[in-house]
T-cell receptor, first 112, second 115 residues
Framework: QQQVKQSPQSLIVQKGGISIINCAYENTAFDYFPWYQQFPGKGPALLIA?????SEKKEGRFTISFNKSAKQFSLHIMDSQPGDSATYFC???????????FGEGTQLTVNP | NAGVTQTPKFQVLKTGQSMTLQCAQDMNHEYMSWYRQDPGMGLRLIHY???????DQGEVPNGYNVSRSTTEDFPLRLLSAAPSQTSVYFC??????????????FGPGTRLTVL
């Protein structure tokens, strides 16, 4: 059973635009929601993460918005750049002992 | 620090062959895990370990064995390879269960093809 659903599967954005990737989760025991960035031929790397006691977290051009009541969270990439072209994974898990469960991934392409 | 290292980078097997994917970390992490990545399915947990001598099954453990004799190493064994095991395999580690206080680090991956 897929406990974290991610959309869209692929996304094409023009340079300077905003990229938005959405995730929905089922397990209310999750208390850790990370986003990973993966470049071709590389392993995923932690990009940004949020706890459910905050509604937004921003690090540079990357922002997570979190809606606990809807059990949804999203990644916003402002001023998207060609170097942001990668696959992005959301996940849920945390200190409750729940192992990290990943979404299906979104392949982002930022055109110059 | 080398971080998380995996060998080999690429491997081709014939159906029925066995092999071991190696994973090592030099960060003194207790928690290690193996994932497989397939198109459209994200990363799925195969097995994980919370410390030397302790392993447990993840979401898709069938056809795979693991052991954890040292803190540093966490090999993944394919007992009898099947075409369904064609995938990219990632090893990852963190001090404890991945959380806001424990970042999980991934290795570079092993691309396995089973013919």
């Amino acid at each position: 059973q897929q406990q974290v659903k991610q959309s869209p599967q692929s996304l094409i954005v023009q340079k300077g635009g905003i990229s938005i990737i959405n995730c929905a989760y089922e397990n209310t025991a999750f208390d850790y929601f990370p986003w990973y960035q993966q470049f071709p031929g590389k392993g995923p790397a932690l990009l940004i993460a949020i706890r459910p006691d905050v509604s937004e977290k921003k690090e540079g051009r990357f922002t997570i918005s979190f809606n606990k009541s809807a059990k949804q969270f999203s990644l916003h990439i402002m001023d998207s750049q060609p170097g942001d072209s990668a696959t992005y994974f959301c996940a849920g898990g945390g200190t409750s002992g729940s192992r990290l469960t990943f979404g299906e991934g979104t392949q982002l392409t930022v055109n110059p | 620090n080398a971080g998380v290292t995996q060998t080999p980078k690429f491997q081709v097997l014939k159906t029925g062959q066995s092999m071991t994917l190696q994973c090592a970390q030099d960060m003194n992490h207790e928690y290690m895990s193996w994932y497989r990545q397939d198109p459209g399915m994200g990363l799925r947990l195969i097995h994980y370990s919370v410390g030397a001598g302790i392993t447990d099954q993840g979401e898709v453990p069938n056809g795979y064995n693991v052991s954890r004799s040292t803190t540093e190493d966490f090999p993944l064994r394919l007992l009898s390879a099947a075409p369904s095991q064609t995938s990219v395999y990632f090893c990852a580690s963190s001090y404890e269960v991945p959380s806001s206080y424990n970042e999980q680090f991934f290795g570079p991956g092993t691309r396995l093809t089973v013919l």
